[in-house]
């Protein structure tokens, strides 16, 4: 009798983080670097008190529309604020709006999506009927006319795009519950006598979110895309506050005269940002989504 | 179900949809808390001249018959006059739509014409170059702010290369108007046959239009490329292939049969792309009922904002409402959207 050859356990490769992430890498490029992206801004609006030259919104008045130098790198707006200082702190901005909205929004539309989905019904007629109908609205139209209605308030920012994203949140997950409703381990569950609280808030959960998750980082590009163009408009963020919509704001008074300096870095700064979070967002998305993968095949 | 039956079920459902839309928009005023007794009686009224512009308002009376004045009130084609410059809101409403339609048209149509051969030669070479070129040009249209890509057009086209006229409007300042027929100045200077009106009125559209259809592209890429996707892979495509017909005759099968879907979408994103041009119409002074609207959002003039968003709804109700008939007319077993 011969020996099974076991594998070579001490050849396998370590688990480390780096090749994890090579691995990662393979199935999904996208989200790998929409990752980094993402991770290097997180990164930036800790760090930043620490790694700006200038205070945000220390106004030098003997340089008002200075541009590009070695002094100040991304130059100096109509106040004479240091547009690097502010491009770099307005990451505390598009962070400190962008996550408590989305969590927001999965507050409220992770339990709706769960109970509409699992309960049907009434219910489930009235809340599909209320998220179609906002659809009616353009989103970016609707927040700005209902955070002009309720006031100037970072608090309101978040509120109404918590809010409005929710139906978002709703559709996916009681989509995936409609498919597991009548599985085995919802039967297990309920024959085995849990309450309604527990199959939707523990056996459901743990498995329809998937999808929701998927969205997440969708949602907070939305996200940080809305407050932007809320702060373009002068609604919810007050102007010398350094963010990047109210900095194209001040920048738009200065691109037919040439000044473009001043909205064009923070611009730049949102898109990539944005951009960072849709990657990953469409990586996660067909990482984590069957379905899509199949039918990318 | 005959088209007949079809439409006045269909027609049933937008009822409540309505009257949905109208409280949404009445509340907007109330959570606003914007009193505009004293803006509408002027800084000499009297206690008594305010208490009378209040009870003309209705707004003496209590919320829930507020709310019916209000439904009332858009049914007589009633929709209040501007708080700041007291113009009356409907017929700001018909004098502006024409222009922000004509801007949304040329826009969407032209971001189509870009989008829709791009997404499918995506999903045709499947994870290859071209497909990954095209999901990257859609991902960063998707993440790159209107207002920003506008302003950046006039610095690079005005400032810079000096290719465009300055974006003050549809068109040249120094220019008069033609009579007015369809509301479009391209189109009325084409009828009244003046070339310059002609002219000015389209080197205004270009940089508009231009960056309209880039925003309006990239989400028409990506849902081409996922339905021609889904549409390739699935069976009837499949044995077809089998059987051995040329690639003409299941691309023409594939386009076909992807005519539902791109129509529904084409629906939900033209709501989205009638807030987009508001936003392109504020950046280049475009002077429609987009640009108008922003301005009264900034101002807090309500009055004006509940007119804008109504005609925004009533648009998208009225899209989705041609949208379904067409997928019914195309595919009678499909089911109704509401």
Same mark, same amino acid.
Request: zero cysteines.
């Given at each position: 009798m011969t020996a099974v050859s076991l594998p070579d356990i001490a050849a396998a490769p370590r688990f480390s983080l780096w090749n994890r992430l090579k691995g990662l890498s393979h199935r999904s490029a996208t989200a790998v670097i929409g990752g980094i992206i993402v991770a290097i801004f997180g990164l930036l609006s800790i760090v930043a008190p620490w790694i700006v030259p200038y205070d945000p919104i220390l106004p030098f008045t003997d340089k008002l529309l200075a541009p590009p130098s070695a002094e100040h790198w991304f130059g100096t707006d109509g106040n004479g604020m240091d547009v690097f200082s502010r491009v770099i702190y307005a990451t505390r901005y598009a962070f400190g709006i962008a996550i408590p909205a989305v969590l927001l929004s999965l507050a409220i539309g992770v339990p709706i999506g769960l109970w509409t989905g699992y309960r049907g019904g009434w219910a489930d007629e009235v809340t599909l009927r209320f998220s179609d109908a906002l659809r009616v609205f353009p989103l970016i139209i609707l927040s700005l006319a209902v955070v002009a209605a309720a006031g100037q308030s970072l608090i309101n920012v978040v509120l109404v795009i918590g809010i409005l994203d929710a139906p978002v949140f709703v559709r996916v997950v009681r989509a995936e519950v409609l498919q597991l409703r009548n599985s085995t381990f919802v039967e297990a569950a309920v024959a085995t006598g849990n309450p309604v609280r527990r199959i939707l808030f523990v056996h459901l959960m743990l498995n329809a979110t998937k999808g929701a998750m998927a969205q997440v980082a969708v949602r907070a590009a939305w996200a940080v895309r809305i407050t932007a163009t809320l702060a373009f408009f002068g609604v919810g963020i007050e102007v010398p506050t350094p963010e990047w919509g109210s900095m194209i704001r001040q920048g738009a008074e200065f691109m037919a005269t040439g000044q473009w300096w001043v909205g064009i870095f923070p611009g730049i700064a949102l898109i990539v940002m944005v951009l960072g979070l849709n990657m990953l967002g469409d990586g996660l998305q067909d990482l984590l989504d069957p379905r899509r993968r199949a039918s990318a095949r | 179900m005959t088209l007949?039956? /079809?439409?006045?079920?269909?027609? +049933?459902? $937008?009822? #409540?949809?309505? $009257?949905?839309? &109208?409280?949404?928009? /009445?509340?907007?005023? =109330?959570?606003?808390?914007?009193?505009? %007794?004293?803006?509408? &009686?002027?800084? %000499?009224?009297?206690?008594?001249?305010?208490?009378?512009?209040? &009870?003309?308002?209705?707004? @003496?009376? #209590? +919320?829930?018959?507020?709310?019916?004045?209000?439904?009332?009130?858009? +049914?007589?084609?009633?929709?209040?006059?501007?708080?700041?410059?007291?113009?009356? $809101?409907?017929? @700001?409403?018909?004098? =502006?739509? #024409?222009? %922000?339609?004509?801007?949304?048209?040329?826009?969407?149509?032209?971001?189509?014409?870009?989008?829709?051969?791009?997404?499918?030669?995506? &999903?045709?070479?499947?994870?290859?170059? /071209?497909?990954?070129?095209?999901?990257?040009?859609?991902l960063l249209g998707f993440s790159t702010p209107t207002y920003w890509l506008g302003l950046v057009m006039i610095l690079v086209f005005f400032y810079f290369l000096n290719w465009a006229p300055p974006a003050m409007g549809r068109i040249s300042l120094l220019m008069t108007a033609p009579p007015v027929v369809t509301g479009s100045y391209l189109l009325d200077g084409l009828i009244a046959q003046k070339w310059d009106v002609v002219q000015s009125a389209f080197a205004q559209l270009v940089l508009p239009v231009t960056a309209m259809a880039i925003v309006a592209a990239a989400p028409i890429i990506k849902q081409a490329r996922a339905i021609a996707l889904d549409v390739q892979g699935s069976e009837f495509v499949r044995s077809a292939q089998a059987a051995g017909l040329s690639g003409a005759v299941i691309r023409r099968m594939v386009a076909k049969n992807s005519a539902t879907p791109v129509i529904t979408f084409v629906g939900t994103e033209l709501t989205a792309l009638i807030g987009t041009a508001s936003v392109i119409e504020y950046i280049f002074s475009w002077g429609g009922l987009g640009q108008w609207g922003l301005q009264a959002i900034i101002q807090a003039d309500f009055m004006v904002v509940q007119g804008y968003v109504l005609t925004l709804a009533l648009f998208s109700v009225l899209v989705f409402l041609v949208i379904d008939v067409a997928v019914f007319l195309l595919e009678p077993r499909a089911e109704m959207h509401a």
């Open positions: - | 007949g039956r /079809f439409l006045v079920r269909r027609l +049933l459902l $937008v009822v #409540p949809l309505l $009257v949905f839309i &109208a409280f949404l928009n /009445f509340m907007l005023v =109330r959570i606003s808390g914007q009193d505009p %007794t004293a803006l509408i &009686a002027g800084p %000499t009224a009297t206690g008594g001249e305010l208490a009378m512009v209040r &009870a003309e308002l209705g707004l @003496d009376r #209590p +919320l829930h018959e507020q709310f019916l004045v209000y439904i009332g009130n858009i +049914l007589t084609w009633n929709l209040g006059q501007s708080w700041v410059n007291k113009r009356s $809101v409907l017929n @700001d409403i018909w004098l =502006r739509l #024409p222009i %922000t339609l004509e801007l949304l048209f040329w826009g969407v149509g032209l971001g189509a014409l870009i989008g829709i051969p791009v997404g499918l030669r995506a &999903a045709r070479h499947h994870d290859g170059r /071209f497909d990954q070129l095209a999901r990257f040009l859609s």
